[in-house]
């Protein structure tokens, strides 16, 4: 009976150390999830907007709305939209052909492209220390990018 309690002390607080060995496996795993589906919100806002101010450059009102004007509505949907984390890229919008629509029939193409720039990919900086060792590397990785073509009405 004695040989099972010397077993036993042996055996506690294996519990804690295992957990502790875990930990930060989960931990990256469940901010790795969270990251990844902030990104894929992201994609899906810089679509919405590509497709919004396209929409807005082909079908509005006679004479066509300029280049800038659509260019300011995709943006605009893009700052009061975006997640981002702390110094992110400023989104940028282009405008195919630059003039914007000129006759029926010819297409507009929006592209709007913005630097993802995550706590894991990219370089997350709060107050002048990285939360990424690996920012160097991976700084402004990605890039999102969506572009729409419709023809002018």
Excluded: H, W
């Amino acid at each position: 009976m004695s040989g099972i309690r010397i077993g036993a002390r042996r055996q506690s607080g294996t519990a804690v150390v295992e957990f502790g060995l875990v930990l930060p496996l989960l931990l990256l795993l469940l901010f790795g999830i969270i990251e990844f589906s902030v990104m894929l919100y992201d994609k899906a806002v810089i679509t919405n907007a590509s497709r919004e101010a396209t929409r807005q450059g082909v079908v509005y009102s006679m004479p066509y709305p300029a280049s800038a004007v659509i260019v300011s509505t995709a943006t605009g949907n893009l700052a009061k939209n975006l997640i981002t984390f702390g110094g992110s890229g400023t989104p940028s919008a282009t405008v195919s052909p630059t003039t914007g629509c000129t006759t029926t029939g010819t297409p507009l193409t929006v592209t709007v492209s913005y630097p993802f720039t995550g706590l894991a990919i990219g370089s997350g900086v709060v107050e002048g220390t990285p939360l990424n060792p690996l920012a160097g590397f991976a700084k402004n990785a990605l890039t999102l990018t969506a572009s729409t073509t419709m023809n002018c009405e």
